[in-house]
């Protein structure tokens, strides 16, 4: 008889939470009646992300101390009950953004299931605790989020998305997976703390194997956190996705990303600390490099914040190259307004996009911000919090991430991020200065007659990645502490 | 009560903002803002009343609570002597451009005066901080609604102006944030009082360059005529008026305060720049084609001479830059409003097209006259009293800068006699007609207050220079290991 391992089913909750709303969304695509589905299948998809928010608490209430379960596959600590706190808001804020979006009556059960699944998976990989459930975690959310990239069937950019995101997915999928083989057999073990010590034990420090296995997780991490010189598939399919789905992907996709590539790399690879924090650091510097550069001469919005997302994955890879204790929580702490106002970002876009009916470029945003006081308002916050501009969490987070690098002495990543900041605020302050100082009749844009829709689910979601963007700085204190406590189960 | 006031005054305007953003009424908005800015201006006077300048320990009107523990940052605010005659600018020069944008009817008056109250949040907060990082945070949220200011209700060329505005001043201030976050990690708190001096050059620059584009001295200055030309008048008037104040309080409270070794090894240099900004600025007003081309050069004249002044390190030349500071500020807010109540009567700044606007506008000509008059330094001006309190405090470190500020003070009375005779006298302009009315009630009554200060300040400007702080009295706070007052470094 195979013997079964205990299963700590609440330590998994936040995941099953959200497939279980992932099944009663597919069921319901059969079951309800048409009238019914979008309303029921969005509403039952945000108790799902709901439920994960209010289990992941849970978990992070009940769990003091980090330990592994489930035949220590699993790690469960509040580092990954923050991480899931943050998946888990970010899927509830796409549901408000994605309601309003058009979409063919035949896939929207599919569409709200996809989702939650996906934040299943996201939630599921955060907690990873060897190299087989990372993969499979992995894997997992990136299968819903090839298929969400490609639902919007009849449009071609969306299938284009669709095809190049899985198959340079795929690609990094191939690597990690190769990378993990390596190190396995250098190793002989999976489990993250088990790689560190039998690389401890078996003086394998030096070995080609297990470095070259590194590098390959690494490279496999940065294809999902879109960092250079992984990103290229990042502009495209960003710009070929349903907006809604983009927003996502922006916000949680990089968010888990990143966050495992801290907790692998400080729990398996700690005695290679001097190798991976250089690693790290220069992919940092490409993404800010690439990033910013390629973002100034964009005309498309979502291409832009496509660049801006790859710049700020550089931002996070900061932290995590500085390996203490300051820049895990400085990590944690930038992807609450991060994840927000990603989300937020692209959900103003799909709002004008609609209102066009056409791509959003920064010429036809021209006077949307007076067209639409609160939407515009929301995209000027979100961009002073792209920007780093204080009274946004933005600044708070850019000044934890540099704090960190200098805490490790590397103040010339402080000077790096400095002076990718300073790129970055043209083509930011450029979207300002086309939605506020341009008045649409100086290009000699047609009025959009009658009065915008409504969209109150969206409305209240840009509404709330305000709230969260800006009260990240004013209320700084409670969240650096939950924060502190979560990067205290990482052996920094 | 008196240990809020700092306090008030940072987050009335703020609170004033949020109100006028929400409230779906614009017709208020204008009316509303007016009253804040006003009842901001009676704190600072109830202020006035309650202030100590000869407390030698500790900021008035302190008060600090830890925001985060991480880093040992706190909300940390309150005055020191000079910070509190800067605020006093700040709001005093705010309620006058606010009222001036009421009386002009600007357009979209929820966001304006909301982005005005803002503004006027974030000046008197650099003024009051009392830790680096609030101090950081405020000196860039000053960014924000001057972005949009120049931005929206700016000129025609207003699009390139806040692009070499923006970049300019982020460079500075970007850098300035690398050297916040190096020297509060490296002595382990960001509050201003606790923290002690580093000796590091890199710090130092990092801070000072951020302020010399800020202020802007010589060579810096790139953003600052087409910012000036381009804003709309009373927005160039803060900006030169009270923005640039910003620099003068880092340079006091920052480079003077945390890095005294540095500031000594770079004082030269910086007095250098400051004496080329001076003759430079000096001549370009002189040649400017128009009226604002003047103010905005003589602005980067006077910044200069205000610079010599704080790197005498004299008490003398301090409190004489203090009080030129705020002096300055008065003029060239006057100056920038007169200029947007000329331009709008003719269209045009262009000295060439006008000409004559004295006859039959007395009060315009009063007016004018009476400023220029100050600016030039007259003699028993408050200019003339600031001006000599810092030539004679740089004297005793080295005569030949006091000789080169006093040809800028020669060069002043050029481009000021030249600006008031190319407006009010000669034959009139062809942009100036005979139906160009005369300064209405509403104008004067927010120009004359202003004058009135200075007019104040002349009769007695010891109000100022002789409480600012002396051998006895410290600057501002500091640790009991350094002298009183940084003029007695050896």
Sequence with gaps: MIQTPSVDWFALSPSLVALGAAAICLLSAVLTPRWLLRPFAAFVCALGFVGGLVMASLVYWKTPEAHLIVADAVSRDRFAAVAQLIVMGSGLLAVGVSYSARMRQDHIGEYYALLATAGAGMAFLVQAGNLMTLFLGLEWFSVCLYILCAIETDLVGSLEAGLKYLIIGGMGSAVLLFGSALVYGSTGELGFSAIADATRLHDLSGDPILLVGLAMILAGLAFKASAAPFHMWTPDVYDGAPTPVTGFMAAATKAVALVLALRLLSVAFPEKEDVWTIAVAFLACASLAWGNLAALVQTRVKRLLAYSSISHAGFMLIAVAAANQLGARALLYYLIPYAAISIGAFAVVAARERELGETVTLENLSGFGWERPVLGAAMFTFMLGFAGFPLTGGFMGKFLIFSAASERGWNWLVIVGVAATLVSLYYYLAVIRAMYMRPAAELGLAPIGGSPPREVLLTSAVVAAMIVNVGAFFAIQPLVDLTRTAAQALPL | ?490
Aim: charged fraction near 10%; proline fraction near 6%.
């Design chain 2, 1 to 490: 009560m008196s240990s809020w006031l700092a306090t008030i005054l940072v987050f009335l305007p703020l609170g004033g903002a949020l109100l006028v953003w929400l409230l779906p009424v614009g017709r208020v908005a204008g009316p509303l803002a007016l009253l804040i800015a006003l009842t901001e201006v009676g704190f600072w006077i109830n202020g006035l009343t309650l202030i100590d300048f000869d407390r030698t320990s500790g900021p008035s009107f302190d008060q600090q609570t830890t925001w985060f523990s991480d880093l040992n940052v706190s909300y940390h605010v309150g005055f020191s002597a000079f910070s509190f005659w800067l605020a006093g600018l700040a709001v005093v020069v705010m309620a006058a451009a606010i009222a001036y944008g009421f009386w002009v009817g600007r357009e979209r008056p929820r966001a304006y005066f909301g982005l005005m109250l803002f503004l006027t949040a974030a000046v008197v907060g650099v003024f009051a901080s009392e830790d680096l990082l609030l101090f950081y945070v405020f000196f860039e949220a000053m960014m924000i609604p001057l972005y949009v200011l120049i931005g929206v209700w700016g000129g025609p060329g207003r699009l390139g102006a806040t692009v070499k505005f923006v970049i300019y001043t982020m460079a500075g201030s970007l850098l300035m944030l690398a050297a916040v976050i190096v020297f509060g990690l490296s002595s382990g708190s960001f509050d201003l009082v606790d923290s002690n001096p580093s000796n590091s050059t890199w710090l130092f620059l990092g801070f000072a360059i951020a302020f010399a584009v800020k202020a802007p001295l010589f060579p810096f200055h790139g953003w600052l005529p087409d910012a000036y030309r381009e804003s709309s008048p009373e927005v160039a008037a803060v900006l030169s008026g009270v923005i640039s104040k910003a620099a003068i309080f880092g340079f006091i409270r920052i480079c003077l305060g945390k890095f005294p070794g540095p500031f000594d090894d770079f004082r030269n240099v910086i007095l250098a720049l400051a004496v080329v900004g001076l003759v430079y600025g000096s001549l370009m007003a002189f040649r400017a084609p128009d009226v604002r081309g003047v103010i905005a050069y003589s602005s980067l004249a006077q910044m200069g001479l205000i610079t010599i002044g704080v790197f005498s390190l004299t008490s003398m030349g301090v409190s004489g830059a203090v009080l030129q500071a705020v002096n300055h500020g008065l003029i060239s807010a006057t100056l920038f409003l007169l200029a947007g109540a000329i331009e709008r009567r003719t269209a045009t700044g262009s000295l060439n097209r006008l000409g004559g606007m004295a006859r039959g506008r007395p009060a315009l000509a009063t007016v004018l006259m009476v400023t220029g008059v100050i600016a030039l330094a007259v003699p028993g001006s408050s200019a003339f009293a600031g001006e000599f309190l810092i030539l004679a405090g740089i004297f005793g470190f080295g005569w030949g800068w006091a000789v080169a500020g006093a040809t800028g003070i020669v060069l002043a009375a050029m481009y000021m006699l030249r600006l008031i005779s190319a407006v009010l006298h000669k034959e009139p302009g062809p942009a100036v007609s005979d139906a160009a009315l005369d300064l209405r009630p509403a104008e004067l009554g927010i120009v004359v207050p202003l004058v009135a200060c200075l007019l104040a300040l002349s009769m007695w400007p010891a109000a100022i220079s002789e409480r600012v702080g002396d051998e006895n009295t410290p600057l501002f706070p500091q640790k009991a290991e350094f002298p009183a007052f940084p003029g007695s470094v050896p």
